[in-house]
């Protein structure tokens, strides 16, 4: 499987979507500071992922996702998670 994910900085509260095909893995390393785009930013709050079957699918929904429109409707539809987190849309 490939997964596709996003992670809440609690730091900043800025998001960061990213793809990987082992998802607990890459959640570890980004939060032990591993991951270059994202080691200023801990710690981070794994909120939503999608598996795919294939790479190339996956690297394709990522790259989507990071889209502008996109983006503010996952926010949409992730909006309870945020309140939650006391995330503020931007």
Wanted: proline letters at 2%; a positive charge.
């Amino acid at each position: 499987m490939y997964y596709v994910y996003m992670l809440l900085s609690k730091r900043d509260g800025q998001l960061y979507i990213g793809s990987t095909p082992d998802l607990k893995k890459r959640v570890e390393k980004h939060n032990r500071g591993f991951v270059l785009s994202t080691k200023n930013r801990l710690p981070l709050v794994l909120i939503y992922y999608e598996a795919y079957l294939l790479s190339h699918d996956a690297k394709h929904r990522e790259k989507f996702l990071k889209g502008g429109k996109v983006r503010t409707e996952l926010k949409i539809q992730l909006k309870s998670c945020f309140e939650k987190m006391n995330y503020r849309f931007r």
